[in-house]
């Protein structure tokens, strides 16, 4: 299942978050997301201190508690999300159900 998550960082903590963050590295990273939670892709918005992400997990709770390891320093909304291939699928469903029906 994937996720889309977006941030904006709280005013107070803009530097601390950029600070912090330019100093992890990519092993860093991951373990901060733990096994369960893999990243298709990270976007910033470094003026507006916000962003958007999309990973991939099976497990909404990881997904969850990785959120909170950021919670002090930003706002995060977690939203699951479809690719393309799966949209249409679902698309083709209502179409064939419709004419069926």
């Given at each position: 299942?994937?996720?889309?998550?977006?941030?904006r960082v709280h005013d107070a903590q803009?530097?601390?978050?950029?600070?912090?963050?330019s100093q992890m590295t990519a092993a860093d990273d991951a373990a901060d997301m733990g096994s369960n939670i893999k990243l298709i892709g990270r976007w910033h918005d470094v003026a507006a201190f916000t962003g958007?992400?999309?990973?991939e997990t099976d497990d909404a709770a990881a997904m969850a508690?990785?959120?909170l390891n950021w919670n002090s320093i930003m706002d995060c909304t977690v939203t699951?999300?479809?690719d393309d291939e799966e949209t249409r699928?679902?698309?083709?469903?209502?179409?064939?159900a419709a004419q069926a029906g």
């Open positions: 299942m994937k996720f889309m998550l977006t941030w803009r530097q601390n978050a950029l600070a912090g963050f958007v992400a999309i990973y508690k990785w959120a699951p999300v479809l699928a679902i698309g083709l469903e209502r179409v064939k």
